[in-house]
């Protein structure tokens, strides 16, 4: 092996070790999930009082090959008054020679409770609402690690390409002043994989949030919320985030993760049924990737998201 391939080879293998951390303790964490919660959680679909349909990219703007990117497409709507939801989704994820794309429908049964509520008008999910949801999907992993040119491995002589079929659970309680959820989107794991050489880990995530008012008008509203997800062979990472909305006119928020990352973002709703949010993470510890943006965009059928 020449020093040039010797160098080549142990920069590959530094930034796989990266990687590999990456995914073993990201999997696909969401900026985003404040305003599609249907992504980690199938127990939102139908929540809203219309069909939703949401869009999602984060690290679109980045200068390193290689750095990770999460493209998500998912519909969701209400049917028999809301007591049943039904969703579908996309979902992508990429880093390094790593490929994850997932197709998944998804089913909700609602309970619903009589709770006195004096919210305004304007917050867009049904108070007393006890939810639960199953997914079934398909997952193709790929590893293009042909690619890397590294000829003396045989770790690395051909590329990996597996389907793996997805089962989900979740369920959701929502009020008029908090929420909690927890999901599993991937229950059965590994075991059901087109190839029995695969380690893919399956997170589990608890969704827990306040909402209260800061004006007599009731016209902003206070979010704060946590997210936790524990996966296998890593340490338990929770997201603590705040966002104030202003009558579903302008959003704007900040976040913390246990991974050493700030969470910046900015909303705003248009023409009543859209909804456009940018999102900068800001990393604080050394990583080869950097910073990232991310965006979400939203249409709301029907009522849209009640801004007046």
């Known amino acids: 092996m020449t020093m040039t391939k010797k160098l080549t080879y142990s920069l590959f293998i530094l ?19 404040n305003y599609n919660p249907f992504l980690i959680n199938s127990a939102y679909a139908g929540m809203l009082s219309g069909t939703e349909l949401s869009a999602t990219h984060s690290g679109f703007i980045s200068e390193v090959t290689g750095s990770p990117r999460t493209l998500s497409l998912t519909i969701n709507s209400p049917l028999r008054d809301g007591k049943v939801g039904l969703g579908a989704g996309f979902l992508q994820d990429e880093v390094g020679v790593s490929k994850n794309s997932t197709f998944f429908a998804a089913y909700s049964y609602k309970i619903f409770f009589d709770f ?17 949801g199953i997914t079934a999907g398909l997952q193709q992993h790929k590893e293009d690690l042909l690619s890397l040119g590294i000829m003396d491995d045989p770790n690395f002589s051909e590329n990996i390409n597996a389907s793996v ?44 949030g306040y909402r209260f008012f800061t004006s007599i008008f009731e016209e902003v509203m206070i979010k704060p919320n946590v997210l936790l997800k524990h996966e296998g062979g890593a340490p338990l990472q929770a997201d603590f985030n705040i966002a104030a909305s202003f009558k579903n006119k302008v959003e704007v928020g900040v976040g913390y993760r246990t991974s050493s990352s700030i969470n910046l973002l900015a909303g705003v709703y248009l023409l ?7 999102n900068y993470n800001i990393a604080f510890k050394e990583t080869p990737f950097g910073n990232t943006h991310g965006l979400a965009l939203s249409y709301l059928f029907g009522d849209g998201y009640q801004i007046d």
């Open 272 to 278: 009543k049924n859209l909804r456009f949010i940018y």
């Open 116 to 132: 006195e509520s004096n919210r305004p008008y304007w917050q867009l999910y049904q108070p007393g609402v006890l939810s639960f």
């Open 15 to 33: 930034v796989l070790c990266v990687v590999t951390n990456l995914s073993a303790q990201q999997t696909a964490v969401f900026s985003e999930y």
């Open 165 to 208: 079929p997805t089962i989900g659970v979740s369920f959701l309680f929502n009020h008029a002043q908090f929420f909690a959820g927890v999901s599993a989107p991937n229950v059965v794991g590994d075991k059901l994989a087109s190839r029995d050489d695969l380690n893919l880990s399956n997170p589990i995530y608890g969704y827990f």
